[in-house]
């Protein structure tokens, strides 16, 4: 009975489209309206892993990232990355063209991801109704600062909000006394991206559900999902056990600096050359091992190192002890022979000690990607790698680079929705795309 | 053709489990062969949206991860949390009673999730080509500190470990002159469990995946996916646009301590009472309606400040100034003002602020779930939340906090692989369970 089957949208009218990369997403289509961090790299981690992602950005400027970070010729480095594997088109959602324009790709959609403000969507006429309407059963994935709803949920929220709100900038500095400095922000947009994988999980289990419950679900009542991530939520949910323990015991978590507060020793220190060496020998059979290195090996049997809670209590001795030596050391010194034992431990890297990693290089996350802009540009690769599937099949990559504003209008909009030349021309005057 | 259906092997022989929280991926099965943070983070957030967990652990001890932070009676607060939704048996994967049970686990499962040292599962006999052998499709997840491949898969890696080689560790504090403390770790297992977040989308997109390509798919050469998450990989996948940046033009993104490099002004400042508040007044006008609420509303017309160019310029004497207004303010004041004219800010939470927090607790972030062997104990909530899905359906929830080791071993060795009392007693009694 083969009008009781899914009807399989995509593959007649998305014909002629650039092939992605593979992968097990493949023939997923996923419309983004998302802008800055959050949505857009929810969108990179699935359009890596093959899905169709067509990315919708406002005419000409497009979306704000594209001038973010380090430029060359005008262009952000970043955006080769963030907006790799996906299809670039403008639809001003502030004229009714562009609506129409959105509402036509969504018609055609599995999922819509978006970031805006809570509210913003449904002013534009694109609700969880709408979309429903549009597309049933598409997976509507929305993340925001704070959440769909609640009290807060209008607020301005940027990521170091998130995080801070989330209680993990709290836990991000030393003790108090140890420096008057803030705890220090972790360096990239962390909030934002873990709530783009949390959404990005909740987007492929709502796709699962569809799956299982069949094509004929819309009758008995199934309506698509509305998965609702919140940056705050997202970091919140990263807590471990702050929130039993401050409930049971009162106990509010401190921050650590760099050490862990449960066990000993591990830490970070300087080599003799300069750079940061981080040590894990947390384990009475690996504080031994370090032991020995530091041709101290009676060391663990010393009454302060004797066990781990031991070592916990005089952690500052012990701390001591072991920064001296690293001062004896080289970094490569203490690279080889620390790791050398299979001590968990390594250099704090930079973005260089990355490139030149050899367990990275080996496993492709180094990349050379063509960028029709820059030329060759370094890529990261695509996590999770992933072996099997069909034959033939891949698990995803880099089909190609962050596509300019609009790169995709014309062949998208003539291609897939069917729209005139003449009728592109007079969209693209009135500034509707 | 009933013959060429996937079988529905879940419902009948898992009948008599208690019922989970429901959800988008009810249903669905995963043995977790997990233990500490990352592949037990992942199988939370997939047993939160409703998935069958059953984790196995080593007999009497369990995962050591349930001795970890504060006690209440010789358990684990943060298991309570950890493990919740799950259900939880044991079986000594080093002998032969106990791969076996894990066999015929595995055997209906539609996924496992690993975390063992690469190599180790196969040394027990529990390799992919033995679990595709045993549930055909079946989505085996892995999770390690560098990878299944390449020079260094064997090497010992904890998830410090995993942050300061995947670059975050070194974005994580002061520049250089500042501060001689060494940059902070984030105070949580942060890399285990953003790997734990990449492992679960893999998974879910991989169900997806098989999903489509249906029944017969083995058939054709369908292999099921092996899914390989490091936790190296996933912290270095977001360092945004560090790595092309560094490859076109040497540049070494370094740590800003507590601001963002390009944008200004966005710090974190001290109120009058101590505490840290963050302002993220960055665009021309949020930085103006800050300079009305410090009563100095021509700061945006001095050319230091005219644009953000010039802000990041002078963002020294810029601070400063915002620093001494923000230490003659509350933080209650700071809250209620700054946020009152939705510019992005906050103050930087402990857990004890996360818990009074009113957004939070509208959208049921902050739950009371009753612990057997605590009473009640405060969770986080599902993240992310969910709404539509078939009718009457939730979008998942707690539905039981973490068991006790080998809580479910009845149940399921009994109930679902048929094996009689005696044979329990037996598997008891050698170590086996």
């Known amino acids: 009975m083969p009008n009781d089957q899914p009807a399989d949208i995509s593959l007649p009218s998305f014909a002629g489209l650039p092939e992605g990369p593979g992968g097990p997403l493949a023939g997923l289509t996923i419309i983004e309206l ?58 001003n959602l ?13 018609a055609k959609a599995d999922a819509v991801v978006e970031n805006f403000k809570p509210g913003q969507l449904e002013k534009f006429g694109l609700g969880p109704k709408e979309i429903e309407r549009l597309s049933p059963g598409c997976v509507f994935t929305r993340i925001s600062g704070y959440g769909q709803t609640g009290p807060r949920a209008q607020m301005a929220a940027f990521g170091v909000i998130g995080e801070s709100i989330g209680g993990l900038r709290h836990l991000t500095g030393f003790p108090k006394g140890m420096t008057d400095l803030p705890p220090a922000r972790v360096g990239v947009s962390l909030g934002d991206m873990i709530a783009g994988l949390y959404a990005a999980v909740g987007m492929l289990a ?75 020998a947390n384990s009475d059979p690996l504080f031994q091992k370090l032991a020995n290195l530091m041709g101290q090996p009676d060391l663990p049997k010393d009454p302060r190192f004797v066990d781990n809670q031991s070592r916990v209590k005089h952690v500052s001795a012990l701390d001591a002890l072991i920064r001296a030596w690293a001062a ?40 050379t990607v ?16 992933m072996t099997g599937g069909p034959k033939g099949s891949t698990g995803g990559g880099v089909a190609w680079a962050g596509p300019a504003v609009g790169a995709h209008n014309d062949i998208i909009y003539r291609g897939v929705l069917g729209r005139s030349t003449d009728e592109l021309a007079r969209l693209t005057q009135t500034g509707a795309i």
Chains 1, 2 share one sequence.
């Not at 502030?94 to 969504?106: E, R, T, V």
């Not at 790791?339 to 000690?353: A, C, F, H, M």
Request: glycine share 12%.
């Open 34 to 91: 998302g802008h800055f961090v959050a949505a857009p790299h929810c969108t990179r981690v699935l359009a890596d892993l093959g899905a169709r992602v067509i990315k919708v950005e406002p005419p000409v400027k497009g979306d704000p990232v594209r001038t973010w970070g380090e430029h060359v010729n005008g262009r952000s480095l970043w955006f080769s990355v963030h907006g790799r594997n996906k299809l670039c088109v403008t639809a």
């Open 94 to 106: 502030k004229s009714p063209d562009g609506i129409q324009l959105a509402k036509d790709l969504i």
């Open 206 to 280: 709502a796709l699962y559900e569809r799956g299982k419950v069949g094509p004929d679900a819309h009758k008995e009542g199934y309506m698509g999902r509305v998965v609702d991530a919140a940056l705050t939520e997202s970091v919140f949910s990263f807590l471990e056990g702050c929130l039993p323990e401050y409930g049971k015991l009162g106990k509010i978590r401190e921050p650590y600096g760099s050490t862990l507060p449960t066990t000993a020793p591990s830490d970070a220190y300087m080599a003799k050359t300069g750079e940061w060496f981080l040590i894990g």
């Open 328 to 367: 004896t050391q080289t970094i490569d010194e203490l690279e080889q022979k620390v790791g050398g034992e299979d001590i968990p431990s390594g250099r704090v890297y930079t973005i260089e000690d990355c490139t030149r990693d050899s367990q990275y290089l080996e496993r492709g996350m180094i990349r």
């Open 370 to 385: 063509e960028d029709p802009h820059f030329g060759d540009v370094l890529h990261p690769g695509v996590v999770p790698m």
